[in-house]
């Protein structure tokens, strides 16, 4: 079955960076859009960054664009998100997740499989 597990999560001051792995399992990683997602307590689970198979098609929220690059690695099974310039409402716990498709997703339904997630605190 497929497992995706996060990794990469901590606490940073605000102005700093983090970088999230995600390493994918149980199929064949490169067939297969991936994103990350956040969810802040008492809010909804929204999407940061979205990747197609080949990583030559990416999508960034708003909020987000400019400090936060999405990459994968085909060859380790692995995405990232590389957090720059982090402010304290980046704070949340993120997802990565996988679609059944090789194009990009823009919502949660999209997505099919999902990790466990890891927490991202940023301090003011």
């Known amino acids: 079955q497929v497992q995706l597990v996060e990794s990469g999560g901590g606490l940073v001051q605000a102005g700093g960076s983090l970088r999230l792995s995600c390493a994918a399992s149980g199929r064949t990683f490169r067939n297969y859009a991936m994103g990350w997602f956040r969810q802040a307590p008492g809010k909804e689970r929204d999407l940061v960054a979205a990747?197609?198979?080949?990583?030559?098609?990416?999508y960034y929220a708003h909020s987000v664009k400019g400090r936060f690059t999405i990459s994968r690695d085909n060859a380790k099974n692995t995405v990232y998100l590389q957090m720059n310039t982090l402010k304290p409402e980046d704070t949340a716990v993120y997802y990565c997740?996988?679609?059944?498709?090789?194009?990009?997703?823009?919502?949660?339904?999209?997505?099919?499989?999902w990790g466990q997630g890891t927490q991202v605190t940023v301090s003011s």
């Open positions: 990747i197609n198979w080949s990583g030559g098609n990416t």
């Open positions: 997740a996988q679609r059944d498709e090789s194009v990009l997703g823009l919502t949660k339904a999209e997505y099919s499989y």
